[in-house]
């Protein structure tokens, strides 16, 4: 090679290698779901779930900003933060909060199968919903949870 060829060397360009860590890509799929399973039959599969959708979603955003407006209003028209000294204003919190819950666990449910009240099929609906989870805490707080775990909207 002579000395004027020197500095055209071909180059070959080289893949970028993938950066490593958490994909934030993988779980921006509003569509998927997650089945809680409640119930199992005698050979261990689901028999009893409820359906539910990512906190991602816009159901869930919708609801989550619908009871942020109305508990932003309330405490307009009350005039005054809330007294947690006094036990009706500690009441009124704690009913805010679990009447949040229930409406935030209901938008994150898409549906389920399996479930029954007195051995009678519990089918799914809104009114429903609203119902088991106003009634039934710890059905509620799964369903919240499962929503909130990422891991349970990665697309596989």
């Not at 409406?103 to 809104?126: D, I, K, P, R």
């Not at 429903?128 to 989870?133: F, I, S």
Request: proline share 3%; hydrophobic share 40%; charged share 30%.
């Amino acid at each position: 090679m002579s000395d004027d060829n020197q500095d055209q060397v071909a180059y070959i360009e080289q893949p970028k290698p993938k950066a490593i860590g958490f994909d934030i890509g993988l779980s921006s799929d509003t569509d998927l779901t997650y089945d809680i399973p409640f119930g199992f039959d005698a050979d261990g599969a689901v028999n009893a779930a409820i359906t539910v959708i990512s906190k991602n979603s816009q159901a869930y955003k919708d609801a989550d900003r619908t009871l942020a407006r109305s508990q932003l209003k309330k405490s307009a028209v009350r005039g005054r933060p809330l007294d947690f000294k006094k036990d009706a204003d500690a009441d009124e919190f704690i009913d805010q909060r679990e009447s949040t819950d229930v409406a935030l666990a209901v938008s994150v449910t898409a549906g389920w199968f399996g479930l029954t009240n007195g051995g009678e099929e519990f089918a799914f609906s809104t009114a429903n919903a609203k119902a088991l989870y106003a009634k039934n805490a710890t059905v509620r707080n799964k369903v919240l949870a499962a929503a909130e775990e990422q891991a349970n909207f990665l697309k596989r």
